[in-house]
């Protein structure tokens, strides 16, 4: 039996059940890696926890642990994809005022071209 909270209408917590296909590249208890169906960059992962937060704005204490894992996947999928020395960029977008579309928190990591500040 899991503990992990998941939402049935959810488009993330689907593809973490499986009951959606993506390109994954990592699992693990509390996180899954996959590639972003509308990749902005030749690199284009998206990094979530298993557990449903909607927003980076409803993290809560007790999520310390999760969201650390999150960013311990990010480095190890920059160095597998060979972004370390070139760069990379990591987004969470919080709220439809800042682009959020699925409400399923996720870690954007992109690599692979040059970026640019402010991201607009
Ligand atoms: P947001 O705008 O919420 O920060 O990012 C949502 C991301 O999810 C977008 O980059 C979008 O391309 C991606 N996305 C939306 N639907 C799907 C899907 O069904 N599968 C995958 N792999 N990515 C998706
Ligand atoms: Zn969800």
């Not at 593809?15 to 959606?20: D, E, R």
């Not at 509308?38 to 990094?47: K, R, Y």
Request: with cysteine.
């Amino acid at each position: 039996m899991s503990s992990i909270h998941q939402e049935n209408d959810c488009l993330f917590c689907n593809i973490v059940q499986k009951k959606i296909p993506a390109q994954i590249v990592y699992e693990d208890e509390t996180a899954l890696a996959f590639e972003d169906i509308s990749p902005q960059a030749p690199v284009h992962l998206l990094v979530i926890p298993k557990t449903h937060i909607p927003r980076l704005a409803d993290m809560t204490t007790g999520d310390e642990k999760t969201l650390t894992q999150l960013f311990m996947i990010i480095h190890k999928l920059a160095g597998e994809k060979d972004l370390m020395d070139s760069g990379f960029r990591t987004v969470i977008n919080s709220g439809e005022g800042a682009g959020q579309t699925v409400f399923h928190l996720h870690v954007h990591l992109m690599g692979g071209r040059p970026f640019h500040w402010p991201p607009g």
